[in-house]
């Protein structure tokens, strides 16, 4: 299974971007949450949000809450993460992840992980 993150890039404060990641290996993800996580220099990996395969269901960190969307498509086999109103502190590496046990916001609740792509929000 592989897992490839796109669509970071630089920006300014306030701006949109939207990061997709691309799953394959699979003939589905079924049962998975599609994650999303961030590593700010210096700093411990976070989580920012996760989509169910399944039903859409999502959930946000406190902090991105109302700015991030996450959305998915199942037949491409693909999830993204809109995120508007961006601010410095977005600043970080984005991971996709996909897993279907333990804690959601945490590392270890996930299987597979793509490669990250890095988000630049400059003031």
């Known amino acids: 299974v592989q897992l490839q993150a796109s669509g970071g890039g630089l920006v300014q404060a306030g701006d949109s971007l939207r990061l997709s990641c691309a799953g394959s290996g699979r003939s589905s993800f079924s049962n998975y949450r599609l994650a999303w996580f961030r590593q700010a220099p210096e700093k411990e990996r976070e989580f920012v949000a996760y989509?169910?395969?399944?039903?859409?269901?999502?959930v946000y960190a406190d902090s991105v809450k109302g700015r991030f969307t996450a959305s998915k498509d199942n037949a491409k086999k693909t999830w993204y993460l809109q995120m508007n109103s961006l601010k410095p502190d977005d600043t970080a590496v984005y991971y996709c992840?996909?897993?279907?046990?333990?804690?959601?916001?945490?590392?270890?609740?996930?299987?597979?992980w793509g490669q990250g792509t890095l988000v630049t929000v400059s003031s």
């Open positions: 989509i169910t395969w399944n039903v859409g269901s999502t």
């Open positions: 992840a996909a897993g279907t046990s333990g804690m959601y916001d945490r590392s270890n609740g996930y299987r597979y």
